[in-house]
Antibody, heavy 115, light 109 residues
Framework: QIQLVESGGGVVQPGRSLRLSCEAS?????MHWVRQAPGKGLEWVAV????????YYADSVKGRFTISRDNSKNTLYLQMNSLRAEDTALYYC???????????WGQGTLVTVSS | QSVLTQPPSASGTPGQRVTISCSGS????????VNWYQQLPGTAPKLLIH???QRPSGVPDRFSGSKSGTSASLAISGLQSEDEADYYC??????????FGGGTKLTVL
């Protein structure tokens, strides 16, 4: 049974930082962060390859967010710096690739950026 | 404004066949495969179709996908009330970004 469990969300002031975690079983795959603002659609945030050597980011977060992974702990991270109100969203981690799809998703962790 | 364009809404009656379109460009759908996701209210997205037209294990064959040029479509036949959900297309873009459509809210009348 593949399980992805996100944590680390919360309320944070604009300009501050937050780190999200995603603990996953069956971890030897590319991993993604995808977010969904309240009442809005899905937005891809970032991807990291199975060994961590390749990372790509959405333009909206490039230079502010960093994706990383610790394969010894089966854990994916998203370090979010210089947070803005528009980063408010439910953040999902997901496993997979863009050919065979993101086949497994966590339940999400909510990040609210507000003063 | 999403890179992939979907109609915001679609509807049908039980048993009907509905299709949802997804329009992209030569940098995404035109050269890469399309995936479709279903998001039931209050839940995480679920992979419905991958590689343009392949169903993961457990997805009913009422769901089918197709791609032509820079556009793709999701078809749902024998519409059921439990199909009421948001549907998203997605593809990799050569700008090294993953891109989603804006989503289509399907209502079963």
């Amino acid at each position: 049974q593949i399980q992805l469990v996100e944590s680390g969300g919360g309320v944070v002031q604009p300009g501050r930082s937050l780190r999200l975690s995603c603990e996953a079983s069956g971890f030897t795959y590319a991993m993604h962060w995808v977010r969904q603002a309240p009442g809005k659609g899905l937005e891809w945030v970032a991807v990291i390859s199975s060994d961590g050597s390749d990372k790509y980011y959405a333009d909206s977060v490039k230079g502010r967010f960093t994706i990383s992974r610790d394969n010894s702990k089966n854990t994916l991270y998203l370090q979010m710096n210089s947070l803005r109100a528009e980063d408010t969203a439910l953040y999902y981690c997901a496993r997979g690739d863009w050919v065979y799809g993101l086949g497994y998703w966590g339940q999400g962790t909510l990040v609210t950026v507000s003063s | 404004q999403s890179v992939l364009t979907q109609p915001p809404s679609a509807s049908g009656t039980p048993g009907q066949r509905v299709t949802i379109s997804c329009s992209g460009s030569s940098s995404n759908i035109g050269i890469n495969t399309v995936n479709w996701y279903q998001q039931l209210p209050g839940t995480a997205p679920k992979l419905l179709i991958h590689s343009n037209n392949q169903r993961p294990s457990g997805v009913p064959d009422r769901f089918s996908g197709s791609k032509s040029g820079t556009s793709a479509s999701l078809a749902i036949s024998g519409l059921q009330s439990e199909d009421e959900a948001d549907y998203y297309c997605a593809a990799w873009d050569d700008s090294l970004n993953g891109v989603f459509g804006g989503g289509t809210k399907l209502t079963v009348l």
